[in-house]
């Protein structure tokens, strides 16, 4: 087993999420909306939810990864201590909606000043969106990993969480059926899972994420060895 393997990817995450507006705290002529029911899939003891908690500032048009990363590098002026910031795109009513992701925000009432900070530095917010409960969020981000076995990695930044890469291209189309279907088949503990993928020497390799507040080892055999049934 290696310890102390930290290595740095960057790729995505694809998950359904519920989101509801934020009215107040935010710039006029903005929309923001913040996840309400993170880890929907997840069975077991219903997570903590932080306050606030996954943020979205939508924008007129998509900013990349890099352009985000480069926007955050004058963050120096606001509050951004341990800040996790993303790309994202939105999915509903058959169209896609370009924001930026934000976690580990302190709280609300700070939220104006990290958008008057964004405005300075050239980020255009949209004044306008038809928001829906329920979207599809694509999320581009950075991630620091250890890796403890091949292909097995914990979150060195959030909690309770890691990644199992897998043996081919994920099926995303019917990823929820596929995990409902190894989870009633396995004797492993309650864990929310969502498809994703990293960029590994400019190779696109695909991962699925576990959450568990019982996240260990075990834990990740026993769903890597589920996995392995299934040919994932």
């Not at 498809?195 to 026993?222: A, K, M, T, W, Y």
Request: with cysteine; net charge negative.
């Amino acid at each position: 087993m290696k310890t102390n393997n930290t290595v740095k990817y960057c790729g995505s995450i694809t998950k359904k999420e519920s989101l509801i507006p934020l009215e107040s705290h935010i710039l006029a002529n903005t929309w923001v909306a913040e996840a309400n029911f993170p880890y929907a899939n997840y069975y077991g003891q219903v997570p903590v939810k932080p306050k606030p908690n996954s943020l979205f500032l939508f924008t007129e048009r998509y900013y990349s990864l890099e352009e985000v990363l480069w926007f955050s590098n004058g963050f120096d002026a606001c509050y951004a201590e341990e800040l996790n910031i993303a790309s994202a795109i939105l999915e509903f009513h058959n169209k896609q909606y370009p924001a930026i992701r934000l976690k580990n925000f302190p709280d609300y009432e700070q939220l104006q000043l990290l958008q008057k900070c964004l405005l300075s530095q050239g980020i255009v917010f949209s004044k306008k969106t038809p928001l829906v409960t329920e979207t599809k969020a694509i999320i581009n981000k950075c991630f620091e990993l250890e890796e403890i076995e091949e292909g097995m990695y914990f979150d060195k930044v959030e909690d309770n969480k890691a990644y199992i890469t897998t043996q081919k291209k994920i099926d995303r189309g019917n990823f929820e059926e596929l995990i409902l279907a190894l989870k009633n088949n396995s004797n492993c503990p309650f864990f929310d899972a969502v498809p994703g993928g990293f960029i590994i020497n400019s190779r696109s390799v695909d991962f699925i994420r576990i959450f568990s507040e019982n996240l260990d080892v075990e834990l990740l055999q026993c769903i890597k060895k589920q996995m392995n049934k299934f040919n994932i």
